[in-house]
């Protein structure tokens, strides 16, 4: 049983576009990290979020924690080749961390 | 801060071998660790959690005997892959909390261990 899925699961886009990542529970976490890895290398942290509703921003990327705490949204505003990598969501109870299922995204020049 | 480093970054090995990966915690100490499996194009899935001075707790389905796990001190964990073969081939990357920050569990991960079973 995947605790944390995302969707899509694969997204190739053209340079400019606008996109969103949604990663869904059934479980309430007491907070939420987004990570960007690159192949062959670890993930990296892009933000944590801890309260319901919170919004965070960071440049063009945008995270939201929705109010009960179960889910939550990466939306990347005029996408450019450089954000083209793997994006995953991760929480859990305590300090252990289970992944979401991945997003793999493609910005095409 | 809150560097992880990992070693070897890439290991070939024979199938029946074993191999032990390092994971280390440079700027600050790790009282738990985990580590985790990732295979091409998926996610990364948790093998199991370190916890210095004690024994390593093992999510379900990974074999505690095949996987060793030790976590002498508190910036050290090793990961001891036991008689590997071909499927054990994977990404293995390990992370570690900074001291607790409130409700925040921020991990940090190290840049991954590329094991290749032959």
């Known amino acids: 049983t995947q605790l944390l899925e995302q969707s899509p699961q694969f997204l190739s886009i053209q340079e400019g576009e606008n996109l969103t990542v949604y990663c869904n529970s059934s479980s309430v976490f007491s907070s939420l990290q987004w990570y960007r890895q690159e192949p062959g290398e670890g993930p990296v942290l892009l933000v944590t979020v801890v309260t319901g509703g919170e919004v965070k921003k960071l440049k063009r990327l945008t995270f939201q924690f929705g109010d009960a705490r179960k889910d939550s949204s990466l939306h990347i505003t005029a996408a450019q080749p450089g954000d083209t990598g793997l994006y995953l969501c991760a929480g859990g109870p305590g300090n252990q961390f289970y992944f979401g299922t991945g997003t793999s995204l493609t910005v095409i020049p | ?118």
């Open chain 2, 1 to 118: 801060g809150a560097v992880v480093s990992q070693h070897p970054s890439w290991v070939i090995c024979k199938s029946g071998t074993s191999v032990k990966i390092e994971c280390r915690s440079l700027d600050f100490q790790a009282t738990t660790m985990f580590w985790y499996r990732q295979f091409p194009k998926q996610s990364l899935m948790l093998m199991a959690t370190s916890n210095e001075g004690s024994k390593a707790t093992y999510e379900q389905g990974v074999e505690k005997d095949k996987f060793l796990i030790n976590h002498a001190s508190l910036t050290l964990s090793t990961l001891t892959v036991t008689s590997a073969h071909p499927e054990d081939s994977s990404f293995y990357i390990c992370s570690a909390n900074p001291p607790r920050q409130g409700v925040l569990y921020e991990q940090y991960f190290g840049p991954g261990t590329r094991l290749t079973v032959t």
